[in-house]
T-cell receptor, first 113, second 111 residues
Framework: NAGVTQTPKFQVLKTGQSMTLQCAQD?????MYWYRQDPGMGLRLIYY???????DKGEVPNGYNVSRLNKREFSLRLESAAPSQTSVYFC????????????FGQGTRLTVV | GNSVTQMEGPVTLSEEAFLTINCTYT??????LFWYVQYPGEGLQLLLK?????DKGSNKGFEATYRKETTSFHLEKGSVQVSDSAVYFC??????????FGAGTRLFVKA
């Protein structure tokens, strides 16, 4: 009963380093999302993938890239980390349709020093 | 554009007190509305939803009514418990692919 699994849970990077956040879901959902959560700003959408093979920019895509590897997996890459990317990152998935619930992973707490 | 505004927190209540967390929205089209809850150290999970005007969503003693005339979806609970301490997010979805979240309201319930 895993749902949405994110790795790693915690990460500290130095400015300029790169890393990839991994996300996998086992609910056969078509749509997957990456959000960042910052104090007082709620969740902001970075990128989303409506279906396998497609990705689109969300509200705050600068400094990030994504890959929808297959239906299960959706990764987020930081090519050159900056302190402004210190945040908690959440992956989510859902069925398509505006009435549908989004299922979230437990989050990755990233600190860039 | 589409946006969600919810009351700033934190909200601190004593156990068994009445809870209201205000949420208003702006949307083009006809959104679905949601309340999500985030417990410490966890991701968000759906608390309740309403998909059309005058619908009432309810779960675990929480309720919210979709009010189109006031563009509101306020969360209420008649008697809160310590275990309700969490961050609550109001959200909307229009068009199916993107959910827009409010800033979140932290609730502390004291025994």
């Amino acid at each position: 009963n895993a749902g949405v699994t994110q790795t790693p849970k915690f990460q500290v990077l130095k400015t300029g380093q790169s890393m990839t956040l991994q996300c996998a879901q086992d609910m056969n959902h078509n749509s997957m999302y990456w959000y960042r959560q910052d104090p007082g700003m709620g969740l902001r959408l970075i990128y989303y993938s409506a279906s396998e093979g497609t990705t689109d920019k969300g509200e705050v895509p600068n400094g990030y890239n994504v890959s929808r590897l297959n239906k299960r997996e959706f990764s987020l890459r930081l090519e050159s980390a900056a302190p402004s990317q210190t945040s908690v990152y959440f992956c989510a998935s859902s069925e398509q349709g505006q009435d549908t619930e989004a299922f979230f992973g437990q989050g990755t707490r990233l600190t860039v020093v | 554009g589409n946006s969600v505004t919810q009351m700033e927190g934190p909200v601190t209540l004593s156990e068994e007190a009445f809870l209201t967390i205000n949420c208003t929205y702006t949307a083009t089209g006809y959104p679905s509305l949601f309340w999500y809850v985030q417990y410490p150290g966890e991701g968000l999970q759906l608390l309740l939803k309403a998909t059309k005007a005058d619908d009432k969503g309810s779960n675990k003693g929480f309720e919210a009514t979709y009010r189109k005339e006031t563009t509101s979806f306020h969360l209420e609970k008649g008697s809160v418990q310590v275990s309700d301490s969490a961050v609550y997010f109001c959200a909307l979805s229009v068009g199916g692919f993107k959910t827009i979240f409010g800033a979140g309201t932290r609730l502390f319930v004291k025994a």
